[in-house]
């Protein structure tokens, strides 16, 4: 008995990114349905591993940002002062000393003094808060490789090169982003006088944000869908 095969003609599966070009499409006649297609599937990809990785966090007892702290103090080998801390999360001194304050009575660090500086304090990560950062970082590893795994090496080696492209000129910093004219469309809008350009990117990129329509409670991210 054969293994029935598709026709090499059959239509490709369709995700819901699919229905949300085709929706698009007569409305914006110049949309790119290849840019919007890879744009839309980036940010629900995203959201959908921010997804996992909350809920894995939350299974393991941490709170996003007791984790993003561990996560933070890991990448520095365990060991990091609170200021290198403050710099790698975007905090503020007195939120970082919070944050700290509140893991070291769960016992996943310890804060002794600079063997280089004695009024410096240096944080390190105990056993038990890495065996807590690795059990949620877990979570979110084994979906990305379930997720990348639909890939063959070789293709996802491609997908890494290409996304480094894009965000490569993402780093970049684009004309219409310096201040100048920043300042210039800041002030046309609060004025009322902005082109009907200016006003109907404004509406298409506020629309961008945020889909009008989600998928269903029980769609595309789910395993089997």
Known sequence: MTRATHPASADPPRDWTDGHVERWRPVLPHLDPDIEGAVTRMIKLTRHLGRVREQGVADYGLQKHEFDTLHGLAGRGGRATPSELRADLNLAPASVTGRLEALERRGFIVRTPSSDDRRRVDVELTEAGRLAWRQA????????????????????????????????????EPPE????????????????????DDRAAEAWRGDRAEPRTEPPATGWHEPGA
Do not use: Y
């Open 137 to 172: 970082l877990d979570v979110v590893g084994r979906e990305e490789r379930r997720l990348l795994g639909v890939l063959a090496p070789d293709e996802r080696r491609v997908l890494s090169d290409l996304l480094r492209r894009v965000l490569l000129a993402a780093e970049e």
């Open 177 to 196: 982003a310096r201040p100048q004219a920043a300042a210039s469309r800041a002030d046309r809008a609060q004025a009322g006088t902005g082109t009907g």
